[in-house]
């Protein structure tokens, strides 16, 4: 394996501990019963932008599905910023909580089923 493609598959690996940290983070709330963003959310939320866009730029020998990209894109989008803007309240509406952890579902869904 050449330096590059070990750099790609760092991002992919840094991707996936997002997605672990945002549905972790949504999940142990929604559970406990106080519907509030933590912190595991807010990095998780943020990760995924960020590995997202650099895992999307062109690769040696990797094809991407830009329509999918584009999906993804504005899903973690809208997800981040349902993420960061309420991030120092005591708690969120019920609706915008499972909203969250609905879109993280469905963009892990689109990742992966959508070939
Ligand atoms: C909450 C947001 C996100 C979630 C839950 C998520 C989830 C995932 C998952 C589970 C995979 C692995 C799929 C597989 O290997 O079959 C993946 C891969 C990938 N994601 Fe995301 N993703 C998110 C955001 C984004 C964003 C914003 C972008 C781009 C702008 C993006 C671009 C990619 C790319 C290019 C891959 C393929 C990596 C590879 O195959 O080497 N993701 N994502």
Redesign the pocket.
């Known amino acids: 394996m050449d330096a590059v493609e070990l750099l ?2 760092t991002l ?1 690996y840094i ?2 501990i ?2 672990a940290l ?2 972790g983070g949504f999940a142990v709330q929604y559970l406990s019963g106080k519907l509030r963003i933590n912190s595991a959310m807010l990095w998780g ?1 943020v990760l ?2 960020a ?3 650099l ?2 730029s062109p690769w040696p020998g ?1 094809d ?1 599905t830009y329509p999918k ?1 584009g999906v ?2 504005l ?3 809208l ?1 981040a910023v349902m993420v960061v803007v309420p991030r120092k309240r005591a708690e969120v509406n019920r609706g915008h909580f499972i909203g969250i952890g609905a ?2 579902l469905i ?2 869904a689109v ?2 089923f959508w070939r």
């Open positions: 790609r598959l992919r991707h996936l997002g997605f945002l549905l939320a995924q932008v590995t997202g866009v895992l999307s990797v991407h990209i993804k894109l899903l973690a989008v997800i879109m993280t963009t892990a990742a992966v």
